[in-house]
C-alpha cells in the first residue's frame, strides 16, 4: 500500500465517549478491534433518522413511510459505493456472522454434498468456522483448514495443494485477522480459487474498518462485514455477492418483505437483495452505518489505513521495550492490521487487562472466539490492543505505562 505523506488524524474531537473519565483518568480505548465508538455524526444520523423519518420501510403510501424508504435505500447506495460494490447485490444482515451465516445456509445446502470439502484456515473468527462445521455435518463434507505458518501467515502454495485435490467447492477466509492481524492476499487467494472452480468467501470484518476494500479489485464471490466495527451502530452487517450466485440461491430466513407473492402453499422470492432481507430491516442501523461510511470516506481510507499502520508500528516498537512480552503475528506492522495480540511470561492475559484498566486503559483478554488458533498458538488466551481511527502515540504510551505497573503489581 502506497505511503502517503498526508496530515495525520486528528479526530478525537468527533468521538464523545472519548470526552469522559475512566475514573479519575481519561478513556483510553485501544479495544477497536471488537467494536469501534462512535463519531458525533452517526449519533446523530440515528437520533435524526428516529426524530423525524422514523416508520416501517417497503410497506407505506404516506410520505413518511417513503422518506424512511429514501433513507434506507439511500443508506444501501453509500455502503455499497464505499466498497466498490453494487445496491443490487449488497444485503443488509444483523452482524457479519448472520452474514456467513446466510452463505453457509443459502448457498451452502444447495452446492455442498457428500465427498465435498469446505476450506477455511486456522486464523479465522469463530463466525467463520461453525457455520461451516455445521454445515460439512450435515451434509456429510469434509472441513479443511489451511495452516498458519510461524509468521502467523497463510501459504499461497498450500493453498494450491488443497485446490489440487478437485474436491473444494468453498473457500472461507478472514481478509485481516483479529488476533495475528495478518493481512491476507485476498486477490491473489481469490483468482487462484475462481481459477479451481471453487466459490471463495472473505470475512472482512475487521478489514473493512481500517483499509480501503475494492471488491472489484479482491475478484471474490462473497464478502462480509459488519457495522459497528467500522464506526457504525450494532444491529447492521452487510454480505455482497456476486450477483449470479445471488440469484441462484434460494432464501435464507422467510417471511415478512423478501417474497413476491405467498398464496397457501407457496410463495415466490422478491428481487435482490430484498429476497435476503426478511422481516423488517435495521432501518435506523443502516441509516448510522451510511453515516458512518461517508465519515470514513471523507477521512479517506487510505489515510485512514497509513494513521493506523503508523500506530501499530509504534505499539509494536513500544511493547518489545516490556520484558517477558511476546506479540503473536508478523512482525512489520506493513504485513498487519492495528492490532497487537500478546503473552507476558508470569502474567495471565486477563490479569493484564484487569491491571491495565485500573489505568483507565481498555484492551480485550481472552481467546477472541478463535479457540482454534488458540490452539495452534499454544496459549489459552492473549491479551489484545487495537487501534481506531480515534487513537494517538499517547494512547500507546498509556497502555505501556500501564503494564510496567501491572508487571510491579506481580513483582516482576
Ligand atoms: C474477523 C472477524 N470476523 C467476524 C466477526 C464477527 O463480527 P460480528 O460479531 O459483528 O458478527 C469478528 C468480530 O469480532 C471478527 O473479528
Not at 478525537?12 to 479495544?31: E, H, K, M, S
Not at 488443497?162 to 473457500?171: I, Q
Not at 470475512?203 to 481500517?210: F, K, R, T, Y
Not at 504485513?335 to 491491571?355: K, M, Q, V
Amino acid at each position: 500500500m502506497p505511503r502517503v505523506a498526508e496530515r495525520p488524524l486528528d479526530v478525537r474531537a468527533d468521538f464523545p465517549i472519548l470526552a469522559r473519565d475512566a475514573g479519575a483518568r481519561p478513556l483510553v480505548y485501544l479495544d477497536s478491534s471488537s467494536t469501534s465508538q462512535k463519531p458525533q455524526v452517526v449519533i446523530d444520523a440515528l437520533s435524526e433518522h428516529l426524530a423525524s423519518h422514523n416508520a416501517n420501510v417497503h410497506r407505506g403510501v404516506y410520505a413518511l413511510a417513503q422518506e424512511a424508504d429514501a433513507a434506507y435505500d439511500a443508506a444501501r447506495r453509500r455502503v455499497a459505493a464505499f466498497v466498490g460494490g453494487d445496491a443490487r447485490t449488497t444485503i443488509f444482515t444483523k452482524n457479519a456472522t448472520e452474514s456467513i451465516n446466510l452463505v453457509a445456509y443459502a448457498w451452502g445446502r444447495a452446492n455442498v454434498a457428500a465427498g465435498d470439502a469446505v476450506l477455511i484456515t486456522q486464523m479465522e473468527h469463530h463466525a467463520n468456522i461453525v457455520p461451516w462445521q455445521v454445515l460439512c455435518r450435515e451434509r456429510g463434507a469434509e472441513l479443511r483448514y489451511l495452516e498458519v505458518d510461524r509468521r502467523g501467515e497463510l501459504s499461497l502454495a498450500a493453498l494450491d495443494a488443497e485446490l489440487a485435490r478437485g474436491d473444494v467447492r468453498m473457500v472461507a477466509f478472514a481478509h485481516v485477522s483479529n488476533v495475528l492481524g495478518t493481512i491476507n492476499p485476498v486477490a491473489e487467494m481469490a483468482e487462484r480459487i475462481r481459477a479451481a472452480g471453487a466459490v471463495s468467501l472473505v470475512d472482512g470484518a475487521q478489514a473493512v474498518p481500517q483499509m480501503p476494500v475494492e471488491l472489484d479489485a479482491l475478484g471474490v464471490d462473497f464478502y462480509a462485514w459488519t457495522g459497528h466495527k467500522a464506526l457504525g451502530p450494532t444491529g447492521v452487517g452487510v454480505l455482497h455477492g456476486e450477483d449470479g450466485l445471488l440469484e441462484a440461491m434460494e432464501p435464507f430466513l422467510t417471511g415478512g418483505d423478501m417474497i413476491a407473492s405467498v398464496d397457501f402453499q407457496s410463495s415466490s422470492w422478491n428481487e435482490l437483495p430484498y429476497k435476503f432481507e426478511a422481516g423488517t430491516p435495521p432501518i435506523a442501523e443502516a441509516v448510522g452505518l451510511g453515516a458512518a461510511v461517508e465519515y470514513l470516506s471523507a477521512l479517506g481510507m487510505t489515510r485512514v489505513r497509513e494513521h493506523e499502520r503508523a500506530l501499530t508500528a509504534y505499539m509494536l516498537e513500544r511493547l518489545a521495550e516490556v520484558p517477558g512480552l511476546r506479540v503473536v503475528g508478523p512482525p512489520e506492522a506493513d504485513a498487519r492490521g492495528g492490532l497487537a495480540s500478546f503473552t507476558i511470561d508470569g502474567i495471565h492475559p486477563h490479569d493484564i487487562a484487569e491491571l491495565v484498566d485500573r489505568a483507565g486503559v481498555c484492551i480485550r483478554a481472552g481467546h477472541h472466539c478463535a479457540q482454534p488458533l488458540m490452539r495452534c498458538l499454544g496459549v489459552g488466551a492473549t491479551a489484545r490492543a487495537s487501534v481506531g481511527v480515534y487513537n494517538e502515540r499517547s494512547d500507546i504510551d498509556a497502555l505501556i505505562d500501564a503494564l510496567q505497573a501491572g508487571r510491579e503489581v506481580f513483582g516482576l
